[in-house]
DNA sequence: AAGTATATGGGGTGTTTACCCTATTGACAT
DNA sequence: ATGTCAATAGGGTAAACACCCCATATACTT
């Protein structure tokens, strides 16, 4: 883990009090990524009154997400894991290749080691889990916004656990999948045939089986059910949001 | 980050205007009963703002909020339904024989015939979707705590469907299937096929295929993924560990 | 400049699924 | 005793799947 790298911004005391700004707004801008759309706004609703980060922008879905990102840069991406559609996983699969300065604060009901570990590996800073105190989020978004990481109580144990096994041969496995075969995993896991996935991603039939049968041969998996399970261990498909 | 009840007297307008309040504090009581932390702060704090409850109490779980209840009778209770413990149904079966004139707004986050039926059933007077927006939120426990029911827009198809058909789809709908199809459920989520069930069942191909038919017809899936994600969500197997 | 990886396409083949139908047996219930 | 349900078994069909072979274009790496 690594710990703060830039600390060259003065910043005055911040803790329940919000100070009256300066004239140019310095605030960290961030960007709220959460599919429920009450807890959505409820989250823009007490970060605003915080008064400490410029919310630039919120999204309900994965994909987005990572459009937004991309158009905004924002300082900090606050994000929910299980989506419907691209997962919060898949969002940082294709992101942090492109916006390296931004931090990430994960917001998660669930506390998979199997996720975590994926999480980690995609470049997460912090990490708070939605049944811990809000002040812990509030703290996490500080810390972590000013380059430092965070994780809750839990976490690091957690996190031992997923790093105690360094590679146990099918952690690592979903790293040998394209972009691409990432995506296709996800539909084919989400009950999509071949056709299905072809005429959704503007493909011939052939060259959605071809890529199904090359991902399958690089997972060592040989049908759809053991795709699925792979995909639900990896975080990839969320088995209690049925499509 | 508490704001103190008194400095909401001095303080100016602000969104929907709040009158001034009088000298007597005549807001409705409100006890808040949700399992996540982070999301109880965050609707404590939303609510707060609003200036037009009062908020008397807040739950993480189902027994502490019918004990709650029971001792500060508040005018509106506002319930999460998935709780370990005590669900939000059980609260009610257990309260709203005690306090008939408390009002009642369920949130959350699935909308399900078979539950919704039971709300009812338990006198709910209001219900929000944590996917719906935050002012439907506001509205519903504004109208409801004034004696009028709320629920959001697609709640009456849902309500209608719910008391459409009395016991069709059974709560748990793993219950509809018989030991055998549960049997066969796990295999086939396990990547066995048919051919290879029947063997291992020491019964016919077409004996196997039945069942699968079967219990598929059930569930109402239409492939294995479907069925994987299905197994998983119910405990049936565990992705964790790969057969 | 050559090599590697990725994404895209195609041909072909045998197996398996998903879904339609009917039918027999035994068990348990009204 | 008659009826429904569970489990067994079969016929048939169109679609999808799993696996093999191949080619091309583009991009990045060495």
New binding site residues.
Partial sequence: MKTSLKDNLKKKPRDSAPPPLPAADLRKTILIVEDQAAIREMITEVLKSYNQFKIVGTAAEGQAAVELALRLRPDVLLLDVLMPGLSGIEVLRRLNKSIPRMRVVVFSAKQEPQIIRGLIQEGMHGFVNKNSSLSELRQALDKVSQGENWYNDTFSQTVREALAKPNSHADSMIELL????REITVLIARSH???EVASQ?N?????S?????NL??KLGV???AGLVRFAVRHGLVDPSIDP
Avoid: G
């Avoid at 394209?178 to 075969?181: A, V």
């Fill in positions: 394209t972009p691409r075969e045939s071949s056709k991603l493909i011939s039939l052939k060259t089986e071809n890529h199904r049968a399958m041969r040989h049908d759809v």
